[in-house]
């Protein structure tokens, strides 16, 4: 079974403080995916990635940057983080070639800047 | 522009009543549709795709291209249905997926 896996389940920073998300996947998935949750507006895609150190913006890329030094993993950074960057996050992944819209998502990290 | 539109943010049913889920799109060639599901304390799902034309947990889905809809149906709602359900689009070779703002669906017994 496709493991997902996100490092923390809540998290809690201050305005201004460099945030590092990690993700893990173990099913050598090549496409990657960071998403954030919130109420009445759905997941929107920060950043995706289809190969190590490849990345694409999402829609909404501003105030974030990923890293993907690894297939496995793919990181998403908050430069200064910022009260509105208060969400929740989820973390994907999925195959190329064989229906890859079958999205695997991790269980999500909860983020409060205060 | 590519959108997924959900206008219901909480669709409440008896048990046993019909349940639809609504979702519109916008998008200018031949979508792929799919809807998603997250069910309480877990991680957010695939349910099904219009492309397999299935049928999961008693839910179908038709994609309409001249309404450009694919609500989400099922003639018999359960208990254990109630979840938020997301409905995507995939723009043709990008392999993302653009979800729209979810639907709660609260089935009561």
């Known amino acids: 079974d496709v493991k997902v896996t996100q490092s923390s389940r809540y998290l809690v920073k201050r305005t201004g403080e460099k945030v590092f998300l990690e993700c893990v996947q173990d099913m050598d998935h090549e496409n990657m995916f960071w998403y954030r949750q919130d109420p009445g507006l759905g997941l929107r895609l920060i950043y995706f990635?289809?190969?190590?150190?490849?990345?694409e913006k999402g829609d909404i890329p501003e105030g974030y940057s990923v890293s993907r030094e690894k297939k496995e993993r793919f990181s998403l950074i908050l430069e200064s983080a910022s009260t509105n960057q208060t969400s929740m996050y989820l973390c994907?992944?999925?195959?190329?070639?064989?229906?890859?819209?079958?999205?695997?998502f991790g269980s999500g990290t909860q983020l409060s800047v205060l | 522009a590519q959108r997924v539109t959900q206008p219901e943010k909480l669709l409440s049913v008896f048990k046993g009543a019909p349940v639809e889920l609504k979702c519109n799109y916008s998008y200018s060639g031949s979508p792929e549709l799919f809807w998603y599901v997250q069910y309480s304390r877990q991680r957010l799902q695939l349910l099904l795709r219009?492309?397999s034309r299935e049928s999961i947990k008693g839910f179908t889905a038709d994609l309409n291209k001249g309404e450009t809809s694919f609500h989400l149906k099922k003639p018999f709602a359960q208990e254990e249905d109630s979840a938020m359900y997301y409905c995507a689009l995939s723009p043709r070779n990008t392999g993302k997926l653009i979800f729209g703002q979810g639907t709660t669906l609260q089935v009561k017994p």
């Open positions: 990635s289809y190969d190590v150190k490849m990345k």
């Open positions: 994907a992944s999925s195959s190329t070639g064989t229906g890859g819209e079958k999205l695997f």
């Open positions: 219009h492309i």
